[in-house]
């Protein structure tokens, strides 16, 4: 679909335009501030609709804005009028070919256009990020979206599980051992019952010497008491043999025991003791640095893991780039940027540029077959042959300003009208 004609009264600069173009390059010419742009902003306004409704779109001292496009399947209608608190209301009427009209009309139109279709030199004006979000429209079966949110999400984990991996290595760094550090861990448990049992045995052992002092003790009194018995009255005499007697048999059962071993020597099992538990505590920083080693290991595992995931995201969207049906051979476009046969688009020739920028506004809107260049004075001649030439190459009806212009087909303005529509 092009244009087929354009009416336009009293909208932004225009006062009264009707123009029926040929050919696939209308240029409108003139002086600037005469209403060029403002042919262009109406064509905008009618095809886009909503999205290219002007902030101020009657022209100054007028009650009315009236705006026709046939575009053949279609004839577009856009109406505003002046309301007294500065406001304005409008209409939109999208009829087909035979004058229905169709609904909804907005509607109609979203599926129409882009706004890249209206100026494929904004393609070239565009930063890198601006152009790889047109070029992803078309790649419409993947969903760039979701596959960066993710690649955002992974690589966020990646960085936590960079940082815990950091932690665990620094975390194992930090422990020394000592030279000679053993490997196993001692049982101290055999020794701590010897030491148990030896101090049980000691006990027992000191309570029986004890008790044989004190039998000691009474045969000692026992024989002093006989002493002085015999000292005493005759009465007492038998008494002292008694005492004797019984002297005489505990002495006897004493003589009879079994000597009582020394203590046993407790300090070489405490020592023993002592440096199993100084094993045991040197086995536990070389037990606690194995477990820190191994913990910074698995870090680096999982660390190393969401890498792989980001590269296979990576991979998957460009595979799905590669995969597309680009509009212009040679082009391509990643995360890094937009090239063209294998260099930056931004140093490509201004002529590899243009048509690119030509290709990739037709492929985002092969029905309508309209595109217009509101900074056309800002190309040169040869830019301007070039811009014809894919006019005609993808047979694009390319509406275009300029300054001046000694072409015959162009259209000049002034004063918002067609100066030959004026005489």
């Not at 004609?5 to 005469?34: C, H, M, W, Y």
Request: with cysteine.
């Amino acid at each position: 679909m092009k244009i087929v004609s354009l009416t336009a009264e009293n909208f932004k600069r225009i006062r009264a335009v009707s123009i029926n173009p040929e050919g696939n390059i209308i240029e409108l010419t003139g002086d600037n501030a005469q209403g060029k742009s403002s042919i262009l902003d109406a064509i905008w306004a009618a095809i886009g609709g909503k999205q290219g409704e002007p902030v101020s779109p009657i022209r100054t001292g007028e009650e009315v804005a009236l705006i026709q496009v046939d575009i053949g399947e279609l004839k577009i209608t856009r109406k505003f009028i002046n309301r007294d608190s500065g406001q304005f209301t409008k209409t939109l009427t999208v009829e087909n070919a035979d004058g229905h009209k169709l609904s909804p009309p907005q509607e109609i139109l979203n599926n129409l256009t882009c706004a890249l279709t209206f100026d494929p030199l904004e393609f070239s004006r565009q930063d890198q990020k601006q152009q790889i979000k047109v070029l992803r429209d078309l790649v419409p079966e993947f969903d760039f979206d979701a596959a960066e949110e993710e690649i955002t999400k992974l690589e966020t984990d990646r960085r936590d599980k960079g940082r815990d991996h950091k932690s665990a290595v620094a975390a194992a760094g930090a422990v020394e051992l000592p030279e000679g550090a053993p490997e196993e861990e001692i049982d101290t448990s055999s020794i701590l019952e010897e030491l148990e049992n030896s101090a049980r045995l000691n006990d027992e052992r000191a309570r029986e010497r004890h008790r044989r002092e004190t039998v000691q003790t009474s045969i000692a009194e026992a024989l002093q008491q006989g002493d002085e018995l015999r000292n005493q009255i005759q009465v007492l005499a038998q008494k002292a043999e008694e005492n004797r007697a019984y002297a005489a048999q505990e002495q006897e059962k004493l003589d009879t025991l079994v000597p009582v071993e020394p203590d046993v020597d407790v300090a070489e099992i405490r020592r023993r003791l002592t440096e199993a538990e100084h094993q045991n505590k040197l086995f536990s920083q070389v037990f606690e640095k194995s477990q820190l080693d191994k913990a910074a290991q698995d870090k680096e595992v999982a660390w190393k893991t969401v890498d792989d995931q980001i590269k296979a995201k990576r991979q998957e969207i460009e595979t799905a780039v590669q995969s597309a049906s680009l509009p212009v051979d040679g082009l391509a476009f990643d995360a890094n940027g937009v090239s063209l046969n294998g260099i930056p688009y931004s140093q490509a020739s201004q002529a590899e540029q243009l048509r690119t920028a030509v290709a990739v506004a037709v492929a985002l809107n092969p029905r309508l077959r309209v595109l217009r260049v509101q900074d056309g004075a800002l190309l040169g001649t040869q830019a301007m042959e070039d811009l014809a030439s894919f006019a005609n190459e993808f047979d694009m009806q390319i509406w275009i300003e300029t300054v001046e212009s000694s072409r015959p087909s162009a259209i000049v303005i002034e004063d918002g009208s067609v100066v030959d529509a004026a005489e």
